[in-house]
């Protein structure tokens, strides 16, 4: 394999993330998430979708359905982003909570996936109806950890939610495992519904400040920007401004706060968070090398009152990642051999990098994906081959788009007959 340019090595690559976190209250997805996904957003070229959703429908009939098949989400989520040439990179689901993680085919051979992980920390830390999911990644080169988290309710448990947080995050190491600490990671994003509410303040204050849009005296009372002042792990996460209303608790099918007995105070409890890890600092006189590029710019942090399914209003936050990749080559190089027609065996050449560890249970497949084409009159599937390691449990190179012809397309040769076969 040809060697690698050393200004392409070097060269900055920006990727937009977008994170959704959602509490959906076990309801079925509603027939149109465009916004959500921003979809409609013609200034956004997505790289990587994360989704996060708590509180699926966990009924001991739906997990026996969504054992056997894909979940209603997940289905629907790949519905809609397969034609935009998004693949499901990794899943993790414990009882109501799922992530998925959603990428352009072209990432595929410099993404990684470590380790999924539960973290259940329900009744007797025990049920997994509160708790934490986690995906590992190797992005780039880089340390990413994602987590979609469902911490305990209500104003008086702050300190138990607290508790949850730090158990959660206790539990993302592994030492039997060449995988460096949580905290040592490049990037952590930390969502989902962690049920900080509003203290101090009534409930008719709180609704009127809401309805003048006057929110700083909310942010002031908040349960997680107070921790964030106390605590100085939790300090290092950042996160936005709020500056859209809470996004709890409204009636089911409506943009009305809850009207039921209860009367549940509203309150920003779906968040997204993230963490860079941090440079060590070099001593005065010692020179060191600059660190990798690695940074993470947010463009939006928002809710969407659009949807009304749940009592819950989702959240999504979409990011600039700018890193220098520690990885410049796929370790795999695919390449189909002509001709490739329907009626014909297809040869497969591949090339592999000197560090790549080989096994018989790897495989090659071919996919049909969906590709943006300027072209209108580019109408013919497409196709990829693609190569899955089973030692890293990740797809470690894929080719060029190409297309298969039926046999009759093909040039026949100078005596009328069909090329031959291979």
Same mark, same amino acid.
């Given at each position: 394999?040809?060697?690698?340019?050393?200004?392409?090595? @070097?060269?900055?690559?920006?990727?937009?993330?977008?994170?959704?976190?959602?509490?959906?209250?076990?309801?079925?997805?509603?027939?149109?998430?465009?916004?959500?996904?921003?979809?409609?957003?013609?200034?956004?070229?997505?790289?990587?979708?994360?989704?996060?959703?708590?509180?699926?429908?966990?009924?001991?009939?739906?997990?026996?359905?969504?054992?056997?098949?894909?979940? +209603?989400?997940? /289905?629907?989520?790949?519905?809609?982003?397969?034609?935009?040439?998004?693949?499901?990179?990794? /899943?993790?689901?414990?009882?109501?909570? @799922?992530?998925?993680?959603?990428?352009?085919?072209?990432?595929? +051979?410099?993404?990684?996936? !470590?380790?999924?992980?539960?973290?259940?920390?329900?009744?007797?830390?025990?049920?997994?109806?509160?708790?934490?999911?986690?995906?590992?990644?190797?992005?780039?080169?880089?340390?990413?950890?994602?987590?979609?988290?469902?911490?305990? #309710?209500?104003?008086?448990?702050?300190?138990?939610?607290?508790?949850?947080?730090?158990?959660?995050?206790?539990?993302?190491?592994?030492?039997?495992?060449?995988?460096?600490?949580?905290?040592?990671?490049?990037?952590?994003?930390?969502?989902?519904?962690?049920?900080?509410?509003?203290?101090?303040?009534?409930?008719?204050?709180?609704?009127?400040?809401?309805?003048?849009?006057?929110?700083?005296?909310?942010?002031?009372?908040?349960?997680?920007?107070?921790?964030?002042?106390?605590?100085?792990?939790?300090?290092?996460?950042?996160?936005?401004?709020?500056?859209?209303?809470?996004?709890?608790?409204?009636?089911?099918?409506?943009?009305?706060?809850?009207?039921?007995?209860?009367?549940?105070? #509203?309150?920003?409890?779906?968040?997204?968070?993230?963490?860079?890890?941090?440079?060590?600092?070099?001593?005065?006189?010692?020179?060191? !090398?600059?660190?990798?590029?690695?940074?993470?710019?947010?463009?939006?942090?928002?809710?969407?009152?659009?949807?009304?399914?749940?009592?819950?209003?989702?959240?999504?936050?979409?990011?600039?990642?700018?890193?220098?990749?520690?990885?410049?080559? #796929?370790?795999?190089?695919?390449?189909?051999?002509?001709?490739?027609?329907?009626?014909?065996?297809?040869?497969?050449?591949?090339?592999?990098?000197?560090?790549? !560890?080989?096994?018989?249970?790897?495989?090659?497949?071919?996919?049909?994906?969906?590709?943006?084409?300027?072209?209108?009159?580019?109408?013919?599937?497409?196709?990829?081959?693609?190569?899955?390691?089973?030692?890293?449990? /990740?797809?470690?190179?894929?080719?060029? #788009?190409?297309?298969?012809?039926?046999?009759?397309?093909?040039?026949?040769?100078?005596?009328?007959?069909?090329? +031959?076969?291979?």
């Amino acid at each position: 394999m040809a060697a690698m340019n050393p200004q392409t090595e @070097l060269r900055v690559r920006t990727l937009s993330i977008h994170v959704v976190t959602w509490n959906v209250a076990s309801a079925a997805p509603p027939p149109d998430l465009s916004d959500l996904l921003q979809l409609n957003n013609l200034n956004l070229n997505l790289d990587v979708y994360v989704i996060g959703l708590q509180e699926m429908n966990c009924g001991i009939m739906s997990l026996l359905s969504d054992t056997a098949f894909e979940d +209603p989400w997940s /289905s629907f989520f790949m519905d809609v982003l397969s034609p935009l040439s998004f693949v499901k990179v990794s /899943s993790v689901r414990m009882q109501g909570l @799922l992530l998925l993680v959603f990428a352009k085919y072209q990432h595929l +051979p410099f993404i990684q996936v !470590l380790s999924t992980k539960s973290t259940p920390t329900g009744l007797f830390g025990c049920w997994g109806n509160k708790g934490g999911v986690n995906i590992f990644l190797k992005f780039y080169g880089y340390y990413v950890s994602i987590v979609n988290c469902h911490l305990p #309710p209500h104003v008086a448990n702050n300190d138990q939610r607290l508790e949850h947080f730090d158990r959660i995050l206790e539990m993302q190491n592994f030492e039997a495992q060449d995988i460096p600490n949580i905290l040592d990671h490049d990037l952590i994003l930390w969502f989902g519904d962690m049920n900080f509410r509003i203290e101090d303040f009534g409930l008719h204050f709180v609704r009127e400040s809401i309805k003048n849009q006057c929110y700083s005296d909310l942010w002031e009372k908040d349960q997680l920007s107070i921790a964030k002042r106390h605590d100085p792990l939790l300090r290092e996460f950042q996160e936005g401004p709020l500056l859209f209303p809470p996004t709890y608790k409204f009636d089911k099918n409506s943009n009305n706060y809850d009207t039921s007995e209860k009367k549940r105070k #509203p309150a920003w409890t779906d968040r997204i968070l993230w963490r860079l890890k941090r440079q060590p600092q070099a001593a005065v006189h010692t020179p060191t !090398l600059s660190a990798p590029h690695f940074t993470l710019f947010l463009r939006s942090y928002v809710s969407h009152m659009l949807y009304s399914v749940s009592d819950h209003k989702p959240v999504t936050s979409t990011f600039d990642l700018e890193l220098k990749p520690l990885v410049s080559a #796929p370790l795999i190089t695919l390449r189909p051999e002509s001709p490739r027609t329907t009626e014909s065996d297809m040869l497969i050449s591949y090339s592999l990098t000197a560090d790549f !560890l080989s096994s018989p249970w790897d495989w090659i497949g071919l996919c049909k994906v969906y590709i943006d084409i300027s072209d209108i009159r580019e109408t013919e599937d497409q196709f990829l081959l693609f190569y899955y390691s089973n030692n890293l449990h /990740s797809v470690v190179g894929i080719s060029t #788009p190409f297309k298969i012809q039926p046999r009759s397309f093909l040039a026949e040769g100078p005596l009328d007959e069909a090329q +031959p076969q291979i």
